[in-house]
């Protein structure tokens, strides 16, 4: 079947490190991938996506590139910040109609 | 423009009882998801309703069930509530289909 593995976190960082966090998946098909944030109190809020192979997602600073031959979508960003802190969820859909199927999630801290 | 708004925020119920739950998608949306978040399973998809009608279902029992109405409102109801039912229940909506989604903040129910 269709699953998103994602790293256990929690993962800290001090401020201005580089941040990777690794997401492979197994899929049928082409799926669509996500990363979702998710800060404390909230819902989900969409990251980047990328729909098709060699796509590169890109938004505030984070990158994801979707890997076929890998099945990967790992999220990377350069210089995290205090801000980032959060639950950052990787997920994939598949056809026009396919609900997202999520990581369990990897909690970020930065730190100062 | 308004995001997806979810109501009640927070809710305590005990065992046995039922409970509904209301999502308001973004104006123009027309596909509503919904989504159980728990600390063990994590983020598992329940139903998206189109149009009025379940598009989609995930693998829940039948005590949880919707609805979806003209206006594209969204209820969510649980019958005959469990201990294991505590939970964030996030609701999704999207223009047409089910990507991408965006996330009201979710109901919190916990029960006693």
């Known amino acids: 079947g269709n699953s998103v593995t994602q790293m256990e976190g929690p993962v800290t960082l001090s401020e201005e490190a580089f941040l990777t966090i690794n997401c492979t998946y197994t899929?049928?098909?082409?799926?669509?991938l996500f990363w979702y944030v998710q800060y404390p109190g909230e819902g989900l809020q969409l990251l980047l996506k990328?729909?098709?192979?060699?796509d590169k997602g890109s938004n505030k600073g984070f990158e994801a590139t979707y890997r076929k031959e890998t099945t990967s979508f790992h999220l990377e960003k350069g210089s995290v910040q205090v801000s980032d802190s959060a639950v950052y969820f990787c997920?994939?859909?598949?056809?026009?109609?396919?609900?997202?199927?999520f990581g369990k999630g990897t909690k970020l801290s930065v730190k100062p | 423009k308004a995001g997806v708004t979810q109501t009640p925020r927070y809710l305590i119920k005990t065992r046995g009882q039922q409970v509904t739950l209301s999502c308001s998608p973004i104006?123009?949306?027309?596909?509503v998801s919904w989504y159980q978040q728990t600390p063990g399973q994590g983020l598992q998809f329940l139903f998206e309703?189109?149009?009025?009608?379940?598009?989609n279902k995930g693998n829940f029992p039948g005590r949880f069930s919707g609805r979806q109405f003209s206006n594209s409102r969204s209820e969510m109801n649980v019958s005959t509530l469990e201990l294991g039912d505590s939970a964030l229940y996030l609701c999704?909506?999207?223009?047409?289909?089910?990507?991408?989604?965006?996330f009201g903040d979710g109901t919190r129910l916990s029960i006693l």
């Open positions: 997920a994939l859909s598949r056809g026009s109609q396919g609900n997202l199927i």
């Open positions: 104006s123009g949306h027309r596909s």
């Open positions: 899929a049928t098909g082409y799926p669509s």
């Open positions: 999704a909506s999207s223009f047409r289909g089910p990507q991408p989604q965006h």
């Open positions: 309703y189109f149009s009025e009608t379940q598009r």
């Open positions: 990328a729909t098709k192979a060699d």
